[in-house]
T-cell receptor, first 114, second 112 residues
Framework: NAGVMQNPRHLVRRRGQEARLRCSPM?????VYWYRQLPEEGLKFMVY????????ESGMPKERFSAEFPKEGPSILRIQQVVRGDSAAYFC????????????FGPGTRLTVL | QQQVKQSPQSLIVQKGGISIINCAYE??????FPWYQQFPGKGPALLIA?????SEKKEGRFTISFNKSAKQFSLHIMDSQPGDSATYFC???????????FGGGTRLMVKP
């Protein structure tokens, strides 16, 4: 029973490039959440998705950031025109239907912007 | 009102001792309180969780104490071991909010 999978684990981008982070939820989980963690800080909510729907994107910056969870395939967090301040660990979590608080996290993608 | 405050920021405990981490919240709509353990370079792992209708939950060496009137909850790690050295995060969830709100984390070091 595989857990939440994220790839890549590490991603290096130069300023102005695009970053694409992928997340496959646990089997049987229909809810996906993305969080960002800055060094030495707690996790901050970005966006909550179900298949083909963005439910809550209140924590996501209005510009350059977007997320999707298509009918087939993994959830994607996309950051356009990255800046140094985007350097962080990005974690995806999934939960089963009806148990939104029971979130299981992936290993994260560590984004470094040069 | 969505904030969760966690203390201490760091904690050093001798092997065999009790580690205690505290959290406080303001939003009375929170209805689920998990604790996560995170090792360097890894994702947070769900450790133990509690709902506000009980005052205590124990799983092995880990116990959550919950005080609904004070809006506080704490994690106790009994017989702390060097392998418990990690960062611990408390969190809170309410169905209307769709998200976990995390405390700032406590870096625990258990000395052999």
């Amino acid at each position: 029973n595989a857990g939440v999978m994220q790839n890549p684990r590490h991603l290096v981008r130069r300023r102005g490039q695009e970053a694409r982070l992928r997340c496959s939820p646990m089997k049987g989980h229909s809810h996906v959440y993305w969080y960002r963690q800055l060094p030495e800080e707690g996790l901050k909510f970005m966006v909550y998705l179900q298949k083909e729907n963005i439910i809550d994107e209140s924590g996501m910056p209005k510009e350059r950031f977007s997320a999707e969870f298509p009918k087939e395939g993994p959830s994607i967090l996309r950051i356009q025109q990255v800046v140094r301040g985007d350097s962080a660990a990005y974690f995806c979590a999934s939960s089963p239907l009806g148990h939104g608080g029971e979130q299981f996290f992936g290993p994260g993608t560590r984004l470094t912007v040069l | 009102q969505q904030q969760v405050k966690q203390s201490p920021q760091s904690l050093i405990v001798q092997k065999g001792g009790i580690s205690i981490i505290n959290c406080a919240y303001e939003n009375t709509a929170f209805d689920y309180f998990p604790w996560y353990q995170q090792f360097p370079g890894k994702g947070p792992a769900l450790l133990i969780a509690i709902r506000p209708d009980v005052s205590e939950k124990k799983e092995g060496r880990f116990t959550i104490s919950f005080n609904k009137s004070a809006k506080q909850f704490s994690l106790h790690i009994m017989d702390s071991q060097p392998g418990d050295s990690a960062t611990y995060f408390c969190a809170a969830f309410n169905n209307a909010g769709n998200m976990l709100t995390f405390g700032g984390g406590t870096r625990l070091m258990v000395k052999p």
